[in-house]
């Protein structure tokens, strides 16, 4: 029998979803169980969960955690995720909560005690369900100090002496840094502390302590493999990942077309297709009415952005040239949460430019796919982008993206005036470089509609399939096998 590789993670939509990371997870066990492996995935039980029209039930009670000074035990759900079990770990005092990591003040002040028990439950569960993994795989953070634990465990041979460890890092910026006190809640042996294990200039960080032992580190584009080698975009991590470069490698995300296309999109009013786009205009006259847009936008292109509004996605340099684009005759979308700061500079452009602009912010899924589709232009001027997803989605809808040539921006769109581009971009992240791509965008559209046209037909037929990412994975899991 093959051994199920197990993939952990804090997000899995649509049970949970803060971003990209979410998507993903959503997609890889199947894409993995295509590719024939046994899957299985652990994630928490949090009070917001959807149950996404799946039966979620109770499947351990009391399962208990291994905190050998302290009986804690936490209870498992399990839902049929088409085929692959999903355990969800339920302790109410770390999970049952508004939010998944933060509120309006900031970070939950006991992150790190949630997620190493997270990490601990999912080593408890994994022993208690009885077969050996050929690999576990971790996602972040949240799940980093995984293969840390297995480093030791298969140290005393056992049930985990086969087993793997891979760790995708989905964004370096978040670490999971916290004060060395909490050190010794991990239950890590102590010669884990230091600057070849969990130890960050004498904090405890829990995605070092992944890239420390991880059998394989993979990131999500490959362009973000080779830039976080470099001091610019390391977060303070690239020492470290320059000498584990030998296990590195970047695989870039597929998207889900079963929930992303045109044809076939549940939130749309009407749908539509390369071969046929007038449901597109469709879209876009709904989507006028329902943001409370000028009409005669219809004749004009609207720009969008939907993400997190944070300095990575470049939402200041957005907000910086609003008036310019304003200049251009141009409809504005922003859907997003995030810097509150951030938040109110761009409702106050919807005040501002009544008709012209409208901003959302707020999280809403379904805006989201509606806002891909009647819309014009996608705006990403991400600072660094692991991957992306938000520009794939736009591709397939038909809205070609203006980004900044980062991470996985580089590795999707064909960009302006190559043969066959798909978009545009630009090299470094500047107000004066992204004013001057929306304008060349904004140009072609107006100027030259069958060569926009075109460009929209060859987005559309872009693909980035999660077969291609499964396979990719799976002959990583093949390399790292403990077990010929
Ligand atoms: P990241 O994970 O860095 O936020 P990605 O492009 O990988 O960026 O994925 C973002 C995902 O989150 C996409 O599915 C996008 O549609 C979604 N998203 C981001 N902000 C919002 C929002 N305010 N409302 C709805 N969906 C959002
Ligand atoms: C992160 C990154 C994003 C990536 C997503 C899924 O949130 O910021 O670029 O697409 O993870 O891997």
């Given at each position: 029998?093959?051994?199920?590789?197990?993939?952990?993670?804090?997000?899995?939509?649509?049970?949970?979803?803060?971003?990209?990371?979410?998507?993903?997870?959503?997609?890889?066990?199947?894409?993995?169980?295509?590719?024939?492996?046994?899957?299985?995935?652990?994630?928490?039980?949090?009070?917001?969960?959807?149950?996404?029209?799946?039966?979620?039930?109770?499947?351990?009670?009391?399962?208990?955690?291994?905190?050998?000074?302290?009986?804690?035990?936490?209870?498992?759900?399990?839902?049929?995720?088409?085929?692959?079990?999903?355990?969800?770990?339920?302790?109410?005092?770390?999970?049952?909560?508004?939010?998944?990591?933060?509120d309006h003040k900031g970070d939950y002040f006991d992150n790190a005690e949630r997620f190493i028990f997270f990490c601990r439950a999912a080593l408890s569960l994994i022993r208690r369900l009885g077969?050996?993994?050929?690999?576990?795989?971790?996602?972040?953070?949240?799940?980093?100090?995984?293969?840390?634990?297995?480093?030791?465990?298969?140290?005393?041979?056992?049930?985990?002496?086969?087993?793997?460890?891979?760790?995708?890092?989905?964004?370096?910026?978040?670490?999971?840094?916290?004060?060395?006190?909490?050190?010794?809640?991990?239950?890590?042996?102590?010669?884990?502390?230091?600057?070849?294990?969990?130890?960050?200039?004498?904090?405890?960080?829990?995605?070092?302590?992944?890239?420390?032992?991880?059998?394989?580190?993979?990131?999500?584009?490959?362009?973000?493999?080779?830039?976080?080698?470099?001091?610019?975009?390391?977060?303070?991590?690239?020492?470290?990942?320059?000498?584990?470069?030998?296990?590195?490698?970047?695989?870039?995300?597929?998207?889900?077309?079963?929930?992303?296309?045109?044809?076939?999109?549940?939130?749309?009013?009407?749908?539509?297709?390369?071969?046929?786009?007038?449901?597109?205009?469709?879209?876009?006259?709904?989507?006028?009415?329902?943001?409370?847009?000028?009409?005669?936008?219809?004749?004009?292109?609207?720009?969008?952005?939907?993400?997190?509004?944070?300095?990575?996605?470049?939402?200041?340099?957005?907000?910086?040239?609003?008036?310019?684009?304003?200049?251009?005759?141009?409809?504005?979308?922003?859907?997003?949460?995030?810097?509150?700061?951030?938040?109110?500079?761009?409702?106050e452009f919807m005040e501002m430019y009544r008709g012209k602009v409208s901003a959302v912010v707020n999280y809403t899924e379904d805006l989201a796919h509606r806002i891909q589709a009647g819309s014009?232009?996608?705006?990403?001027?991400?600072?660094?982008?692991?991957?992306?997803?938000?520009?794939?989605?736009?591709?397939?809808?038909?809205?070609?993206?203006?980004?900044?040539?980062?991470?996985?921006?580089?590795?999707?769109?064909?960009?302006?005036?190559?043969?066959?581009?798909?978009?545009?971009?630009?090299?470094?992240?500047?107000?004066?470089?992204?004013?001057?791509?929306?304008?060349?965008?904004?140009?072609?559209?107006?100027?030259?509609?069958?060569?926009?046209?075109?460009?929209?037909?060859?987005?559309?037929?872009?693909?980035?399939?999660?077969?291609?990412?499964?396979?990719?994975?799976?002959?990583?899991?093949?390399?790292?096998?403990?077990?010929?």
């Amino acid at each position: 029998m093959q051994r199920p590789v197990y993939l952990v993670t804090s997000e899995i939509y649509p049970f949970s979803k803060t971003g990209g990371l979410g998507d993903v997870m959503g997609a890889l066990p199947l894409a993995l169980q295509a590719q024939g492996i046994p899957v299985a995935v652990i994630s928490p039980f949090y009070g917001r969960l959807s149950s996404g029209n799946f039966r979620i039930r109770l499947s351990i009670s009391d399962c208990p955690v291994g905190y050998p000074w302290q009986p804690i035990t936490a209870d498992v759900y399990e839902a049929d995720y088409y085929g692959v079990p999903v355990y969800f770990i339920h302790r109410g005092e770390f999970f049952d909560r508004r939010y998944y990591y933060n509120d309006h003040k900031g970070d939950y002040f006991d992150n790190a005690e949630r997620f190493i028990f997270f990490c601990r439950a999912a080593l408890s569960l994994i022993r208690r369900l009885g077969v050996n993994p050929s690999v576990v795989h971790s996602h972040d953070w949240q799940s980093a100090l995984l293969p840390a634990y297995i480093h030791y465990l298969r140290q005393s041979g056992g049930f985990w002496a086969e087993t793997s460890s891979a760790l995708t890092i989905h964004n370096l910026a978040f670490q999971g840094r916290f004060s060395s006190r909490l050190f010794a809640g991990c239950g890590l042996p102590p010669e884990a502390w230091g600057m070849e294990g969990v130890e960050y200039y004498g904090d405890l960080n829990m995605l070092k302590g992944g890239i420390a032992y991880a059998d394989a580190i993979t990131t999500v584009s490959p362009t973000y493999a080779e830039e976080i080698l470099h001091e610019h975009c390391g977060c303070g991590l690239d020492g470290i990942l320059r000498k584990r470069k030998a296990h590195l490698s970047g695989i870039l995300n597929g998207a889900n077309y079963s929930v992303w296309s045109p044809e076939a999109d549940p939130y749309l009013p009407a749908t539509y297709s390369a071969a046929n786009l007038s449901g597109k205009a469709t879209c876009k006259q709904a989507l006028l009415e329902e943001l409370g847009l000028d009409a005669r936008l219809m004749q004009r292109p609207v720009l969008s952005f939907i993400g997190r509004l944070r300095g990575q996605k470049g939402i200041d340099l957005l907000n910086a040239i609003v008036p310019d684009l304003i200049k251009l005759d141009v409809g504005i979308i922003v859907l997003g949460e995030g810097n509150p700061e951030h938040e109110s500079t761009v409702l106050e452009f919807m005040e501002m430019y009544r008709g012209k602009v409208s901003a959302v912010v707020n999280y809403t899924e379904d805006l989201a796919h509606r806002i891909q589709a009647g819309s014009d232009i996608f705006l990403m001027p991400s600072r660094y982008e692991p991957c992306g997803l938000t520009q794939m989605y736009a591709l397939r809808y038909g809205t070609p993206p203006v980004a900044t040539a980062v991470g996985g921006l580089r590795d999707t769109i064909i960009p302006w005036p190559k043969d066959n581009f798909t978009g545009f971009t630009f090299e470094r992240s500047s107000t004066a470089g992204f004013l001057q791509a929306v304008s060349k965008a904004v140009a072609l559209w107006e100027n030259d509609q069958p060569a926009w046209q075109n460009m929209v037909q060859r987005a559309m037929g872009q693909a980035f399939t999660w077969e291609e990412a499964g396979a990719a994975y799976a002959a990583l899991y093949r390399q790292i096998n403990r077990k010929g």
